[in-house]
């Protein structure tokens, strides 16, 4: 796992403290256990093959496993322990990450916990394959084999430069998005699954998208810059709204919204640490929902882990 996270065999040998001769025999016993070459050495580096990238997802599993074990045995005589991996959203940072981090290490000052930002998407990957204990993500219709608790409801907005024609609009319909070219994340990432769901709904088609961009901060520097509207959460632009650099509008007739729910494996539902991580969650979203200044957020009941 170090060799391809580091992508070296001379970097991980440096970081596990053994010589790189025989990190490099250990491989080779490994891929003569496999049947299978693992890595793949290139002029960049270390990489993995088909076979050692379905190990390495295996062998976080693994790991994550024997952690959950251990503390699982720590919280029976000293309190809920151990390392817990959290993925949260991007469009939920500015509101969560910080008061969140810090309610968790008031309450478990021995649950280790580590915060994790991405995409709604990539998390949902991390969580599946085990690199993630818990996350948030949105029902993009790709929740299946996960157990999830609905945690909030999150209405989108167009986004657009100061001077775009709907700067001065409160509300725009859907059907007015037509004709608009856009920047958005590419398909399966943030909220362009629920962007094209609308519009299909709509009877609008694909959306006419002039720039894919996978990156939070440069989708509002372009949509700032006039390369185009984008649609995204509240948020993800209430700094921006406030300094004047971009404008928010309701979309109406019907609104966009989309569900962030909380994921796990099913196994982690056993596992106390995660268990307390999630109460501290919902106590922080139900406080970070309450501003008025928050729009488009609607807090949802907590009910029982369901599976996806």
Known sequence: MRIVDLGSFSRAAGELH????????HVAS???????????????????????????QHAQLILQHAADAKAAVEAVSVGPA?????????????????????????????????????????????VK??????????????????????LLEERLFLIVARDSPFARRKVVPVQELAGLG??????????????????????????NVVATIDS???????????VGPTILAWMSVEAEVQRGELVAVEITRPAITRVAHICMLSPTLRLRAPQCVMEELLRCVQQATRPVMRRGLRFLPAAPPSPG
């Open 129 to 150: 394959n085990g690199r993630l204990t818990l996350g948030i993500a949105f029902d993009d219709g790709n929740l299946e084999g996960l157990h999830t608790v609905p």
């Open 18 to 25: 053994i010589a790189q001769s025989a990190l490099s025999q």
């Open 30 to 56: 490994l891929e003569a256990e496999m049947k299978a070459v693992l890595l793949h050495r290139t002029t960049r580096g270390v990489q993995a093959t088909e076979a050692g990238q379905s190990l390495y």
């Open 216 to 226: 939070l901060t440069i989708l509002k520097q372009a949509a700032a810059a006039g």
């Open 82 to 126: 151990g390392h817990v991996a959290f993925g949260l959203p991007l469009s939920l940072v500015p509101c969560l990450g910080l008061p969140f981090f810090n309610a968790v290490r008031a309450s478990y000052p021995a649950i280790q916990l580590q915060v994790l930002e991405e995409l709604s998407g990539t998390i949902l990957e991390w």
């Open 182 to 207: 856009f920047v958005l994340p590419s398909k399966g990432q943030g909220v362009r699954t629920r962007v094209d769901r609308a519009f299909e709904e709509a009877g609008l088609g694909p959306a």
